[in-house]
Protein backbone atom coordinates (compact mmCIF):
# COMPACT_ATOMS: atom_id res chain seq x y z
CA UNK A 1 0.00 0.00 0.00
CA UNK A 2 1.69 3.28 -1.14
CA UNK A 3 1.55 6.57 1.58
CA UNK A 4 -0.48 8.14 -0.56
CA UNK A 5 -3.82 5.95 0.49
CA UNK A 6 -3.16 7.61 3.98
CA UNK A 7 -5.99 10.52 4.33
CA UNK A 8 -4.46 11.17 7.68
CA UNK A 9 -1.00 11.60 9.45
CA UNK A 10 0.25 12.22 12.53
CA UNK A 11 4.01 12.58 13.11
CA UNK A 12 5.53 13.17 16.54
CA UNK A 13 2.70 14.99 17.95
CA UNK A 14 4.01 16.85 21.60
CA UNK A 15 1.30 18.76 23.46
CA UNK A 16 2.03 20.04 27.05
CA UNK A 17 -0.76 22.08 28.96
CA UNK A 18 0.38 25.04 31.20
CA UNK A 19 -1.63 26.42 33.84
CA UNK A 20 0.54 28.83 36.17
CA UNK A 21 3.63 26.85 37.42
CA UNK A 22 2.29 23.73 36.62
CA UNK A 23 3.05 21.57 33.54
CA UNK A 24 1.44 18.45 32.04
CA UNK A 25 2.89 17.06 29.07
CA UNK A 26 -0.14 15.08 27.62
CA UNK A 27 1.52 13.83 24.20
CA UNK A 28 5.04 13.80 23.88
CA UNK A 29 5.59 11.96 20.48
CA UNK A 30 1.98 10.36 19.19
CA UNK A 31 2.21 8.97 15.83
CA UNK A 32 -0.59 8.05 14.00
CA UNK A 33 -2.48 7.61 10.55
CA UNK A 34 -5.51 6.47 8.87
CA UNK A 35 -6.37 4.62 5.74
CA UNK A 36 -9.13 5.87 3.23
CA UNK A 37 -12.05 3.95 4.45
CA UNK A 38 -10.68 2.65 7.81
CA UNK A 39 -12.41 2.32 11.18
CA UNK A 40 -9.38 3.60 14.02
CA UNK A 41 -10.22 3.08 17.61
CA UNK A 42 -8.01 5.09 19.63
CA UNK A 43 -8.04 3.97 24.01
CA UNK A 44 -6.49 4.57 26.69
CA UNK A 45 -7.00 5.84 29.95
CA UNK A 46 -8.76 8.75 31.15
CA UNK A 47 -6.12 11.35 31.04
CA UNK A 48 -4.15 9.42 28.63
CA UNK A 49 -4.36 12.51 25.77
CA UNK A 50 -7.08 10.91 23.73
CA UNK A 51 -9.70 14.06 23.72
CA UNK A 52 -6.65 16.62 23.17
CA UNK A 53 -5.30 14.05 20.42
CA UNK A 54 -8.33 14.10 18.25
CA UNK A 55 -8.81 17.32 18.88
CA UNK A 56 -5.49 18.27 17.27
CA UNK A 57 -6.69 15.81 14.16
CA UNK A 58 -9.52 18.23 13.92
CA UNK A 59 -7.62 21.72 14.42
CA UNK A 60 -9.34 22.09 16.85
CA UNK A 61 -6.24 22.93 19.15
CA UNK A 62 -2.40 22.97 18.26
CA UNK A 63 0.39 20.59 18.88
CA UNK A 64 2.92 22.41 20.46
CA UNK A 65 5.40 19.91 17.77
CA UNK A 66 4.67 17.37 15.44
CA UNK A 67 2.35 17.50 12.34
CA UNK A 68 -0.96 16.24 10.99
CA UNK A 69 -0.92 15.12 7.41
CA UNK A 70 -4.45 15.57 5.14
CA UNK A 71 -3.77 14.62 2.34
CA UNK A 72 -0.90 15.20 2.40
CA UNK A 73 -1.16 18.50 2.96
CA UNK A 74 0.08 19.87 6.05
CA UNK A 75 -2.57 21.43 8.25
CA UNK A 76 0.33 23.96 10.36
CA UNK A 77 1.18 25.46 6.82
CA UNK A 78 -2.42 26.06 6.54
CA UNK A 79 -3.72 29.94 6.48
CA UNK A 80 -6.88 30.58 8.79
CA UNK A 81 -9.28 30.35 5.76
CA UNK A 82 -8.16 27.04 4.45
CA UNK A 83 -8.19 25.63 8.44
CA UNK A 84 -11.93 26.87 8.45
CA UNK A 85 -12.86 25.22 5.24
CA UNK A 86 -10.94 21.56 6.56
CA UNK A 87 -12.49 22.09 9.62
CA UNK A 88 -15.98 23.17 8.53
CA UNK A 89 -15.84 20.55 4.97
CA UNK A 90 -13.18 17.85 5.55
CA UNK A 91 -13.74 16.55 8.59
CA UNK A 92 -17.16 15.97 11.09
CA UNK A 93 -16.81 16.04 14.47
CA UNK A 94 -19.14 13.93 17.42
CA UNK A 95 -18.42 14.68 20.85
CA UNK A 96 -19.49 12.70 24.32
CA UNK A 97 -22.32 15.67 25.32
CA UNK A 98 -23.37 16.27 21.57
CA UNK A 99 -23.47 20.17 21.58
CA UNK A 100 -26.40 20.38 19.88
CA UNK A 101 -28.09 23.51 20.17
CA UNK A 102 -30.80 23.62 21.88
CA UNK A 103 -32.48 27.20 20.62
CA UNK A 104 -32.86 24.85 17.17
CA UNK A 105 -35.24 22.05 15.95
CA UNK A 106 -32.92 18.73 15.01
CA UNK A 107 -33.28 20.03 11.34
CA UNK A 108 -31.88 23.36 11.71
CA UNK A 109 -29.29 21.63 14.09
CA UNK A 110 -28.22 19.42 11.55
CA UNK A 111 -27.73 21.95 8.43
CA UNK A 112 -25.94 24.43 10.83
CA UNK A 113 -22.76 23.45 8.78
CA UNK A 114 -23.60 23.95 5.64
CA UNK A 115 -25.02 27.36 6.44
CA UNK A 116 -21.85 28.45 8.49
CA UNK A 117 -19.93 27.29 4.72
CA UNK A 118 -22.32 29.18 2.57
CA UNK A 119 -22.48 32.19 3.97
CA UNK A 120 -25.50 34.57 3.50
CA UNK A 121 -26.30 34.82 -0.01
CA UNK A 122 -25.00 31.06 -0.55
CA UNK A 123 -27.54 30.14 2.11
CA UNK A 124 -30.85 31.99 1.03
CA UNK A 125 -29.73 30.24 -2.88
CA UNK A 126 -28.83 26.65 -1.05
CA UNK A 127 -30.96 26.06 1.81
CA UNK A 128 -33.66 24.55 0.18
CA UNK A 129 -30.97 21.55 -0.75
CA UNK A 130 -29.81 21.65 2.28
CA UNK A 131 -32.70 20.99 4.18
CA UNK A 132 -33.34 18.23 1.73
CA UNK A 133 -29.96 16.77 2.36
CA UNK A 134 -30.70 17.48 5.74
CA UNK A 135 -33.87 15.51 5.96
CA UNK A 136 -32.36 12.82 4.28
CA UNK A 137 -29.66 12.04 6.67
CA UNK A 138 -32.22 12.09 9.70
CA UNK A 139 -33.84 9.24 8.04
CA UNK A 140 -30.44 7.39 7.39
CA UNK A 141 -29.65 7.96 11.46
CA UNK A 142 -33.84 6.62 12.04
CA UNK A 143 -34.94 10.38 13.24
CA UNK A 144 -36.92 11.66 10.22
CA UNK A 145 -40.10 12.20 12.22
CA UNK A 146 -38.43 14.31 14.97
CA UNK A 147 -37.12 16.75 12.41
CA UNK A 148 -39.06 19.71 14.06
CA UNK A 149 -38.00 18.56 17.50
CA UNK A 150 -35.43 20.52 19.81
CA UNK A 151 -32.47 18.75 21.22
CA UNK A 152 -34.14 18.76 24.69
CA UNK A 153 -36.72 16.67 23.63
CA UNK A 154 -34.90 14.10 22.73
CA UNK A 155 -33.28 10.98 24.56
CA UNK A 156 -29.61 10.87 24.65
CA UNK A 157 -29.31 8.49 22.24
CA UNK A 158 -31.68 10.55 19.89
CA UNK A 159 -29.13 13.36 20.55
CA UNK A 160 -25.95 11.48 18.99
CA UNK A 161 -27.98 10.25 16.24
CA UNK A 162 -28.56 14.32 15.78
CA UNK A 163 -24.97 14.96 16.18
CA UNK A 164 -23.63 12.32 13.88
CA UNK A 165 -26.18 13.39 11.28
CA UNK A 166 -24.52 17.04 11.51
CA UNK A 167 -21.23 15.74 11.36
CA UNK A 168 -21.94 14.47 8.22
CA UNK A 169 -24.10 17.24 6.72
CA UNK A 170 -21.06 18.56 4.39
CA UNK A 171 -19.84 15.28 3.18
CA UNK A 172 -16.56 15.04 5.41
CA UNK A 173 -13.80 12.72 4.22
CA UNK A 174 -12.80 12.26 7.95
CA UNK A 175 -15.32 11.37 11.05
CA UNK A 176 -13.70 12.13 13.94
CA UNK A 177 -16.01 10.79 17.15
CA UNK A 178 -15.17 11.14 20.48
CA UNK A 179 -16.76 8.64 23.43
CA UNK A 180 -19.82 9.04 21.09
CA UNK A 181 -21.34 6.50 23.59
CA UNK A 182 -19.73 7.52 26.69
CA UNK A 183 -22.83 9.14 27.96
CA UNK A 184 -25.63 6.31 26.72
CA UNK A 185 -26.50 3.13 28.01
CA UNK A 186 -25.11 -0.23 26.12
CA UNK A 187 -27.83 -1.09 24.39
CA UNK A 188 -28.44 2.50 23.01
CA UNK A 189 -24.21 2.97 22.19
CA UNK A 190 -24.97 -0.15 20.95
CA UNK A 191 -27.49 1.80 18.15
CA UNK A 192 -24.95 4.46 17.72
CA UNK A 193 -21.87 1.88 16.92
CA UNK A 194 -23.98 -0.52 14.38
CA UNK A 195 -24.77 3.85 12.48
CA UNK A 196 -20.80 3.87 12.50
CA UNK A 197 -20.31 0.47 11.12
CA UNK A 198 -22.82 0.82 8.21
CA UNK A 199 -21.22 4.67 7.40
CA UNK A 200 -18.21 2.84 7.46
CA UNK A 201 -19.26 0.07 5.43
CA UNK A 202 -20.26 2.86 2.58
CA UNK A 203 -16.95 4.01 2.82
CA UNK A 204 -16.48 6.81 5.56
CA UNK A 205 -13.41 6.87 7.40
CA UNK A 206 -13.52 7.23 10.98
CA UNK A 207 -11.33 7.64 13.76
CA UNK A 208 -13.06 7.12 17.06
CA UNK A 209 -11.86 7.58 21.23
CA UNK A 210 -12.99 5.52 23.88
CA UNK A 211 -11.96 4.07 27.07
CA UNK A 212 -13.89 1.18 26.21
CA UNK A 213 -12.03 -1.93 25.34
CA UNK A 214 -15.09 -3.21 24.12
CA UNK A 215 -16.57 0.07 22.27
CA UNK A 216 -13.11 -0.06 20.37
CA UNK A 217 -13.45 -3.87 19.13
CA UNK A 218 -16.01 -2.56 16.89
CA UNK A 219 -13.64 -0.73 14.75
CA UNK A 220 -10.82 -2.26 12.19
CA UNK A 221 -8.11 -1.39 13.89
CA UNK A 222 -7.04 -0.45 17.43
CA UNK A 223 -4.45 2.47 18.73
CA UNK A 224 -3.17 2.46 22.20
CA UNK A 225 -2.15 5.81 23.77
CA UNK A 226 0.28 5.76 26.97
CA UNK A 227 2.44 7.50 28.36
CA UNK A 228 2.06 10.52 25.47
CA UNK A 229 2.72 7.90 23.00
CA UNK A 230 1.20 5.10 21.06
CA UNK A 231 1.64 1.91 21.61
N1 LIG B 1 -7.28 22.88 28.40
C1 LIG B 1 -6.53 22.20 29.27
N2 LIG B 1 -5.75 22.82 30.18
C2 LIG B 1 -4.99 22.12 31.05
N3 LIG B 1 -4.93 20.78 31.10
C3 LIG B 1 -5.70 20.10 30.23
C4 LIG B 1 -6.53 20.76 29.28
N4 LIG B 1 -7.16 19.82 28.53
C5 LIG B 1 -6.74 18.63 29.01
N5 LIG B 1 -5.86 18.79 30.03
C6 LIG B 1 -5.17 17.71 30.76
O1 LIG B 1 -4.56 16.86 29.81
C7 LIG B 1 -4.70 15.49 30.17
C8 LIG B 1 -5.31 14.72 29.02
O2 LIG B 1 -6.66 15.17 28.82
P1 LIG B 1 -7.60 14.53 27.72
O3 LIG B 1 -8.91 15.20 27.86
O4 LIG B 1 -6.95 14.56 26.40
O5 LIG B 1 -7.67 13.01 28.22
P2 LIG B 1 -8.62 11.81 27.73
O6 LIG B 1 -7.72 10.66 27.41
O7 LIG B 1 -9.53 12.28 26.68
O8 LIG B 1 -9.42 11.46 29.06
P3 LIG B 1 -10.95 10.97 29.25
O9 LIG B 1 -10.97 9.50 28.89
O10 LIG B 1 -11.20 11.17 30.71
O11 LIG B 1 -11.83 11.79 28.37
C9 LIG B 1 -5.49 15.47 31.45
O12 LIG B 1 -4.59 15.30 32.52
C10 LIG B 1 -6.14 16.83 31.51
O13 LIG B 1 -6.31 17.26 32.82
MG1 LIG C 1 -11.59 12.59 26.58
Known amino acids: MSKNDYILEAQGIHKTYRLGIAEVSVLKGADLAAKKGEFVAIVGASGSGKSTLLHILGAL ?12 RDLGKMGGGELNRYRNKMVGFVFQFYHLLDELSVLENVVLPAMVSAGVVGWIM ?38 IARALMNEPKLLLADEPTGNLDSATG ?33 ITLADGKVK
Open 61 to 72: DKPDNGSVRFEG
Open 190 to 222: NGILELLERLNRAGQTIVMVTHDERVARRAGRI
Open 126 to 163: GRGNAKKRGLELLEQVGLKDRASHKPYQLSGGERQRTA
